[in-house]
Structure formats: C-alpha cells, structure tokens
C-alpha cells in the first residue's frame, strides 16, 4: 500500500455503518470482510501469496501464510475516527461472483485508511484479469461510499475525494480507475515505481 502522505489532507465527513451491507452489482457481490474469519482469510490468502500479484503492491512480498492474511485483514479496521468518533469499523469486502455457488473469493475492495483522506484499494485473483471484474468492483463502491451519511446530512459530501494509487505500468488498474471516474491528480516516485495517484469527487 502506498504512503498515506501521497494524498492530501481531507476534513472527515463520513460515518462508516457498524455493519455495512453488501454491494451488488451487475455480475458481483461486494460482501462485508469478516475479519478473523477463517473462510475469509484462506481465500484472501490464496491471491495475497500469489507474487504475480505482489508485484503490484508496496512492498512486492507475498503474504507467506493464513496468519499473515489475517493481520491483513485486522488491519482494515480504521485507526483513525468517522465523523461520528468511531474507531475500528471498517469498509472492506470481498468480492465473490453473483452466479457463482461455491461464493469462491475472486478478490477485495474497500477503504484502506480514512486519514489524511479516504483511499481505496482493490485486488483480483489473476485468473480474473481482464474481464472487467475491477472496475465493476470499483463503481459498485464508490456509489456505496457517496450513499453512506455524513454529519450534517449528505449535502456535506459535495467536493469530497475518494482518492486512489496504482503503478502507472499496471494498465489494468489505471483503466478500472478510470472506468470509475477516477483522474490524476499526480505522479510520484515510489520504490522506483511511477504511482499514479488519482481521486474522484462527489
């Protein structure tokens, strides 16, 4: 995950439900990350230890066991207050195909850090690439996070930002962003990876 400081400073508006519901799209359903659980963790760890998909992250070092996943996924708990004070809830999902029966884990989306400001993150499993799964996943959750109150009502999110970064080479994801209505806002060097880092606004 890139440095937080890539993004500036946002005032939070926000108020994360206790139970968020689960996102549905045309083909996906964005269930709510249950953290601790097994289920949840052996297929997370089954794309985190994959190092074709390390390669993309920061630092490029696969997840080496289920515990290693599961400090992953503690990790989705925001350290930082909603608007409403609360600390610990979280906005991650996995991501499971609607018709599929086995609800086998294809990949996760979600808000990694509420300051300075909300950024989101996502991954797919490989064998899913390029079939348009992550930028659905993407659209699902933003329309998500806009719907979500905020103190002083919902007008209170005009001129908010959902920011993001990705590795400029990884095409892929710069085009999922895109496909949500991200921009760039800038390019910056990171472990000699050209970062996009790209925001969309309500």
Same mark, same amino acid.
């Not at 074709?52 to 400090?71: G, I, Q």
């Not at 909300?118 to 690439?129: A, D, V």
């Given at each position: 995950?890139?440095?937080?400081?890539?993004?500036?400073?946002?005032?939070?508006?926000?108020?994360?439900?206790?139970?968020?519901?689960?996102?549905?799209?045309?083909?996906?359903?964005?269930?709510?990350?249950?953290?601790?659980?097994?289920?949840?963790?052996?297929?997370?760890?089954?794309?985190?230890?994959?190092?074709?998909? %390390?390669?993309?992250?920061?630092?490029?070092?696969?997840?080496?066991? @289920?515990?290693?996943?599961?400090?992953?996924?503690?990790?989705?708990?925001?350290?930082?207050?909603?608007?409403?004070?609360?600390?610990?809830?979280?906005?991650?999902?996995?991501?499971?195909?609607?018709?599929?029966?086995?609800?086998?884990?294809?990949?996760?989306?979600?808000?990694?850090?509420?300051?300075? %400001?909300?950024?989101?993150?996502?991954?797919?499993?490989?064998?899913?690439?390029?079939?348009?799964?992550?930028?659905?996943?993407?659209?699902?959750?933003?329309? %998500?996070?806009?719907?979500?109150?905020?103190?002083?009502?919902?007008?209170?999110?005009? !001129?908010?930002?959902?920011?993001?970064?990705?590795?400029?080479?990884?095409? !892929?994801?710069?085009?999922?962003?895109?496909?949500?209505?991200?921009?760039?806002?800038?390019?910056?060097?990171?472990?000699?990876?050209?970062?996009? @880092?790209?925001?969309?606004?309500?």
């Amino acid at each position: 995950m890139p440095d937080v400081s890539l993004y500036p400073a946002q005032r939070t508006v926000v108020v994360i439900p206790p139970d968020p519901p689960a996102i549905l799209t045309q083909r996906l359903t964005l269930r709510p990350l249950r953290i601790g659980n097994d289920a949840d963790a052996e297929g997370l760890f089954a794309i985190r230890r994959r190092q074709d998909v %390390a390669d993309w992250l920061w630092p490029r070092v696969p997840h080496h066991s @289920v515990e290693e996943t599961k400090e992953w996924m503690r990790r989705r708990q925001f350290q930082a207050p909603d608007a409403s004070g609360a600390v610990g809830r979280q906005f991650t999902f996995v991501i499971v195909r609607t018709d599929d029966p086995s609800e086998q884990i294809i990949g996760s989306i979600g808000i990694n850090s509420l300051d300075p %400001a909300p950024s989101l993150g996502y991954g797919i499993h490989p064998e899913f690439w390029g079939q348009g799964y992550a930028s659905e996943a993407v659209r699902g959750l933003v329309d %998500a996070w806009w719907k979500l109150s905020r103190v002083g009502g919902n007008g209170e999110a005009e !001129g908010e930002r959902l920011w993001a970064a990705t590795n400029r080479a990884n095409r !892929g994801s710069v085009r999922a962003l895109e496909k949500g209505d991200f921009r760039v806002f800038r390019e910056v060097q990171l472990e000699g990876d050209t970062v996009v @880092v790209m925001y969309v606004e309500r």
